[in-house]
């Protein structure tokens, strides 16, 4: 499956952006999807992730109240809703597959596919 992440881009703190994961090749129907973040010097991290049907969520505590992931399996889309910006959510996000998994993991390594990554810049 090929990942292709949008929405990134340059906003103030406490505006709002939405990020995008357009998948293609095969279909994420029974995939966990979930958003990572890279911001430099740092670690990849895991913001928040998807279940395979939609149904449940998990979030980063850092971004639990502020961000909302869903997912739509028709158009094979997952979208990242982030509000409340703060400059330390600035980072290059990705979005990933974690293939015919019943729980969301946290864990980068149990991912097996990945987007490219867009970048999300938030000025103080």
């Known amino acids: 499956v090929q990942l292709q992440a949008s929405g990134g881009g340059l906003v103030q703190a406490g505006g709002s952006l939405r990020l995008s994961c357009a998948a293609s090749?095969?279909?994420?129907?029974?995939?966990?999807v979930a958003w990572f973040r890279q911001a430099p010097g740092k670690e990849r991290e895991f913001v928040a992730g998807?279940?395979?049907?939609?149904?449940?969520?998990s979030y980063a505590d850092s971004v639990k109240g502020r961000f909302t992931i869903s997912k739509n399996n028709a158009q094979n889309t997952v979208h990242l809703q982030m509000n409340s910006l703060k400059p330390e959510d600035t980072a290059v996000y990705y979005c990933?597959?974690?293939?015919?998994?019943?729980?969301?993991?946290?864990?980068?390594?149990?991912?097996?596919?990945w987007g490219q990554g867009t970048l999300v810049t938030v000025s103080s």
């Open positions: 090749g095969r279909t994420i129907t029974s995939d966990v």
């Open positions: 990933a597959v974690d293939r015919l998994r019943a729980g969301i993991s946290e864990d980068v390594n149990e991912y097996d596919y």
């Open positions: 998807i279940s395979w049907n939609g149904r449940s969520a």
